[in-house]
């Protein structure tokens, strides 16, 4: 810690601490355009100057004769700042002056109007009038980077943001300024597509309304909308959004900071693909039963009402459960089916299974950050698990973490490797024997080298890498789906330990996990899908899930559809599986009810309502509750979701952490006490 002195207020801040943070601990505030915490200062815009000086032995300051970049200058023993003074308000007018020169007025129809940088410091610090009267210059407007991103040249300050975000933090580096002085402009590489899976990034961090989103302009002005906190379920991460909705309906998503899981980044699945889930005209918004060779809306009460009527209960019951549930959808209609139903057979997974290994969860996505190596094994974890990959990029850019990948196709973290195993397609078990022997200090066998296609020049980079102290290895679930794929995950737990976490990739998978949406006994996804369509199976229940989507086996799904007697199908929106169904009955999504959803790393985040439900859509807690009661099962019932958790936590003290009143700010991790404490034992189920 050095001291320093800031508008004539003694403060002590860390060494090397940049002015422009050091400002804001006494509740000041520094203009900034091209700034951005979490990328490299490079002082390109010049809007942060300040007045600098040194305390000298008499007690007197010595300032420099020239203003300083707030934002690349470090604090140093003694350094004495001046925030604002008559010449530092001139220096900023005349910086937004010339960044005003060719700046189109057009605020009143940008679609950044209302939550501009450049907008707000104008009115802040700029000149009161404009002695600019000649031509400005005209560029292209509203040019598509991108499906999702448009740039709008005449608007762009040179900032650099963008361009310094491809390529510090998603490392893709495919934004670049091309050209020089006034024809300076950020453009991809030969004017491809901007096809970065974290493009909607740039749109947030962009100080002006140059890079704008696709799908959000001219939809609404910010004044009109209203923003809610929420939790991304598209993907498994639990990245933090806020939901800027307007009307009942969603405008767009926008990152919400949390330091633990996704700092404030998002990728496009989560930006851009809750709108088109959300707003989709083919949300399900009442129960409805087939009548012929169609369909009859009907009430909840009469949907039950069949149901009932048609005998099934017990083994001749299966259940396929989709990842979009809440913690407490998933309880509740585990209690359903197993306690009121009598059936073991529910299942939430996909793929093929060789064995009852579902998961170890033991690296948080922020720990990454601190270890020295790190393997991402058998998959690509930027299209996978972009939170982690993310904060796997930033282990090596700014940690100099070294990275091996293993894995059998391409991915996004071979550019930044130090070592790649290229392994062939089919032998993730050869392969994860090799990783394994490189953790336990072996040399790997010649037949698991020559079974698995791995350079021995490439094991041997390696090798080198994983010498270091503290190491994770890391894999996505989908692993398991593939053959050879459990042992691969079995193999590399024992050989990582503590260290080893194999990461749910769809949604709330991991909380389906902990939950036990799992064949206790009973038949899995594919061993339903083939009594079904073997006649064995006389009821079948499809809950948020469409395997004639999302089952790899589109030809057994179309046979178990067609042979299964009875078919429900509770779904968000209209399906193709729904034109099979006996009884079709709307769930609501997660951001029309209250609950809670476990991320990859096992953290419980909870989500308020933010819209309203459509139609006579309910969550699905209390669709399989009220199918308790209609069972006359005894005991009270729940009457709200936080009631729901209290069970869990009964019965999964796991659990115990993540009361609804425990969860704000950064949730609460599965295994780990409130105060941050060292996670638990490893989640295997």
């Known amino acids: 810690m050095v001291e320093i002195t800031i508008d004539g207020i003694d403060l002590e801040v860390p060494v090397g601490e940049m002015i422009v943070e050091s400002v804001k601990r006494i509740g000041l505030e520094i203009p900034i355009f091209c700034y951005h915490p979490r990328l490299k200062p490079v002082g390109m815009c010049r809007m942060c100057l300040v007045e600098v000086g040194f305390k000298q032995e008499d007690g007197s300051a010595r300032m420099m004769p020239k203003p300083q970049a707030a934002c690349t200058l470090p604090a140093g023993k003694g350094m004495v700042i001046k925030s604002t003074s008559e010449q530092i308000e001139k220096d900023r007018q005349g910086v937004l002056e010339f960044l005003l020169i060719n700046h189109p007025l057009d605020c009143p129809i940008c679609d950044r109007g209302g939550e501009c940088p450049l907008q707000n410091n104008t009115l802040a610090y700029g000149p009161g009038n404009s002695r600019y009267i000649e031509t400005k210059r005209h560029l292209p407007k509203a040019v598509p980077l991108s499906k999702y991103v448009t740039l709008d040249l005449e608007r762009c300050i040179q900032c650099g943001r963008c361009v310094r975000f491809t390529e510090e933090i998603s490392g893709d580096a495919q934004l670049a300024f091309r050209f020089r002085g006034a024809e300076m402009q950020p453009s991809t590489f030969q004017l491809t597509d901007f096809d970065s899976k974290f493009s909607g990034n740039v749109i947030e961090i962009c100080p002006v309304g140059a890079l704008t989103s696709s799908t959000y302009r001219f939809r609404a002005r910010p004044w009109d909308l209203e923003t809610s906190p929420g939790i991304c379920t598209v993907t498994s991460c639990g990245t933090n959004i806020w939901f800027d909705h307007r009307g009942g309906k969603l405008a767009r998503i926008n990152g919400r900071t949390n330091e633990a899981v996704n700092e404030e980044w998002t990728c496009d699945k989560t930006k851009f693909g809750h709108a ?40 001749d019951v299966g259940v396929i459960a989709g990842t979009g549930l809440s913690n407490e959808g998933f309880y509740s209609l585990k209690k359903f089916f197993n306690q009121s139903v009598g059936t073991q057979n529910v299942d939430h997974r996909v793929g093929g299974f060789e064995g009852d290994f579902t998961g170890t969860v033991n690296v948080r996505i922020a720990d990454l950050e601190d270890r020295d190596a790190i393997v991402i094994f058998g998959g690509d974890a930027a299209e996978k698990l972009p939170m ?12 100099g973490t070294k990275v091996i990948v293993a894995s059998p196709v391409e991915t996004g973290a071979d550019s930044f490797a130090h070592a790649v195993l290229r392994y062939s397609e089919g032998a993730d078990s050869a392969a994860a024997a090799v990783v394994a022997a490189l953790l336990k200090g072996a040399k790997p066998t010649d037949a698991d080298l020559k079974s698995s296609g791995i350079s021995p020049s490439s094991v041997d980079l390696a090798a080198e890498a994983l010498k270091a102290e503290s190491r994770a290895v890391i ?41 036990g949406i799992l064949p206790n006994g009973g038949l899995n ?34 046979q178990a559809l067609e042979n299964v007697e009875f078919l429900v199908v509770a779904h968000t929106r209209e399906t193709e599986c729904a034109a099979y169904a006996s009884v079709i009955l709307p769930i609501s999504l997660p951001a029309e009810h209250d609950g809670t959803y476990t991320s990859c790393e096992r953290r419980v985040q909870r989500m308020a309502p933010v819209l309203s439900s459509v139609g006579e859509a309910k969550p699905a807690w209390r669709v399989f509750t009220e199918g308790s009661l209609r069972a006359n099962e005894s005991g009270s019932p729940a009457f709200s979701a936080a009631e729901v958790m209290e069970r869990i936590i009964e019965d999964n003290p796991e659990f115990s952490e993540a009361m609804f009143d425990n969860l704000d700010g950064e949730g609460a991790v599965l295994g780990q006490a409130a105060d941050g404490g060292q996670p638990g034992p490893e989640s295997q189920v």
């Open 276 to 315: 088109e889930i959300y707003n989709s005209p083919k949300r399900m918004k009442s129960c409805h039963k087939r009548s012929g060779d169609g369909f009859e809306a009907i009430s909840w009460s009469d949907a039950w009402k069949t149901i009932q009527d048609s005998g099934r209960a017990g083994s």
């Open 388 to 399: 982690t990959y993310l904060r796997t990029r930033k282990a090596w850019f700014n940690n």
């Open 475 to 515: 894999a996505p679930k989908t692993l398991t789906e593939r053959t050879g794929g459990v042992e691969a995950a079995q193999s590399l737990s024992a050989a990582a330990g503590a260290e080893f976490s194999l990461f749910a990739t769809r949604s709330n998978e991991q909380g389906a996990c902990e939950i």
């Open 525 to 558: 996804t594919k061993q339903m899908l083939e009594a079904a369509r073997d006649g064995k199976l006389k009821s079948l229940w499809l809950v948020d899930f469409d395997p004639l989507e999302e089952y790899p086996d589109v030809e057994l799904a179309e």
